[in-house]
């Protein structure tokens, strides 16, 4: 068994652009691109999109999956080796750090965790496949919410938290109204979130519909309304609306890291240096959403991609491994 | 006069992704493009790159001014204004902000400085011509190092600090040896980079020539030597060579704004609050190389235009300014 110089784990925008600069710099990067651990895939959050407008040098946007496959192309050119394979278990306690799946066993140097992060949605059969099939169901107001579908449109989103607020504060500037559905009769947001929820309220432009919940999507080729019910007088209603943005939160992908470094309590990776990809081992860098609960878009994730394999490569030069 | 909501100075990849993400949320985004102070041109240092191979989306690569248009035409696409115009004076002591160029005056409750740095040259004519035409003069070994024209060969970097052995060490990996030309008889480099540097010179990889400056790049089409200049003897030689990588720092484009908020001892803008893009000011937002002195990527100076956009964005609506 050879030694790795680096292992990247996850294919998103984030690890194909460490593979990218990693592969530049003469490394081999080996990427275990998942294959459908925590219902991901190759290719990552972006397989799931369909329209990606915001990425910067596509002035007509490109699909998701085409703009994965343009990144995973160039890492490839430059030498990336792939394991269309999910990790099942790493030991950062030893070095060379081990990386197994069902069937490699990996030695390497260094390891970059780009695992991503996943919205969590409610789970139901036609919230998931309109969401594949961009109908109208987000989790991500910053990505889609400048759509011309969702202009002057009635919108829902789901959640009672900050993001809910600043999500839907975000839609406000597009949509007819945000109607915020949240299962509790009062918001979990901080202060300042409030005041502004409480202003567009005033402002007719956000709506609260509380003590309620979403059992079920409406709509064939895209979304037409949801179904709503109380929580506590169980009541059901339809609501029409052309567009559901879910905002209860993400999950990172951590669940295989969590006992080797360090992550803060909502399971993100923690970043040891300022501005820098390194984590609390040595050796291990960390990029993409699986160490940012804050702006989650493609470019900063392949910035902090990037960023990885710099620190990987001198890392590397530091301690004299060639 | 009406007030801008952002104003963004600097057109290269942070400038044009914030105007991208900033557009999207309907901000209007006021791009100064800058027309040519500092010897910059809108659009930034990659408008004198022939070939961007690492940009994360394009497996063939593509040339630096092709992919600025892209990023402009994109921002342009939803909604963003240009103005070709070198920003002259700010006043950031007053709300709303002020922004000046010859023509115009302008005011905005959000400024995003992405002004970029340039790489210190040698200023010499054929220097110049062949690091704008991709004759093998270059000031970044990480972006054109990787270039098949450098295999194998005998390559030049200028300068004796950490930078300097940190892009001659990743040059090592391609080049058939790397001279390191400096004009004193020991490098300014740490300890660790020392011992990289001893470390690579005993195994043949590396060679200083010390005491030494370059007096002219030699070479038509593309570079063929480099003349040197003993600064203790005086004598003059040439030294055959196919690349010539500069080293020698970089200057980050802060004279106009210096006054106005912190920089750090080298002039870079410092960030306030780690993995984030405020400055020392307000809703004044940094992003690219102007706040970055480690990465310097066309992609991580994407990542955070897109970072810059999105903090002004909800620092305007935490402040209620619609």
Same mark, same amino acid.
């Given at each position: 068994m050879s030694t790795e110089k680096v292992v990247i784990i996850g294919s998103g925008p984030a690890g194909l652009t460490g593979a990218i600069y990693a592969a530049r710099a003469a490394l081999k990067p080996l990427v275990f691109e998942g294959f459908n651990a925590g219902g991901l895939i190759p290719?990552? #959050?972006?397989?799931?999109?369909?329209? /990606?407008?915001?990425?910067?040098?596509f002035p007509e946007g490109l699909s998701g999956p085409k703009m994965m496959k343009a990144f995973r192309d160039q890492a490839e050119r430059f030498g990336t080796r792939y394991l269309r394979e999910d990790v099942t278990e790493v030991d950062f306690s030893r070095r060379p750090f081990v990386i197994k799946s069902d069937e490699h066993t990996v030695e390497t140097h260094t390891v970059i965790i780009a695992t991503g992060a996943r919205a969590n949605w409610l789970n139901l059969e036609n919230e998931q496949r309109l969401a594949k099939s961009g109908?109208?169901?987000?989790?991500?107001a910053v990505c889609d919410g400048a759509m011309p579908v969702y202009r002057n449109q009635e919108l829902v989103v789901i959640g009672g938290g900050d993001s809910a607020i600043e999500e839907g504060s975000y839609l406000t500037k597009f949509a007819g109204k945000v109607h915020i559905v949240h299962?509790?009769? #009062?918001?979990?947001?901080s202060k300042a979130m409030q005041e502004r929820f409480f202003k567009l309220v005033d402002e007719g432009k956000m709506e609260p519909i509380w003590n309620t919940v979403v059992t079920d999507v409406l709509g064939d080729a895209s979304i037409t309304g949801v179904r709503l019910k109380n /929580?506590? %007088?169980g009541e059901q209603r339809d609501f029409a609306c052309k567009g559901l943005f879910l905002a209860i939160g993400h999950t990172p992908n951590t669940e295989l890291f969590k006992d080797h470094l360090d992550t803060d309590e909502k399971g993100y990776i923690k970043l040891?240096?300022?501005?820098?990809?390194? %984590?609390?081992?040595?050796g291990v860098f960390a990029a993409g959403d699986v160490a940012d609960h804050t702006y989650r878009q493609a470019v900063t994730a392949a910035g902090t991609g990037c960023m990885a394999a710099l620190d990987a490569e001198r890392w590397l030069a530091e301690k004299g491994i060639e």
């Open positions: 290719g990552g #959050q972006l397989m799931f999109t369909t329209e /990606v407008e915001n990425y910067p040098g109908g109208g169901v987000s989790a991500c299962r509790r009769d #009062q918001l979990r947001a /929580v506590k %007088t040891a240096r300022p501005g820098r990809t390194y %984590t609390s081992v040595e």
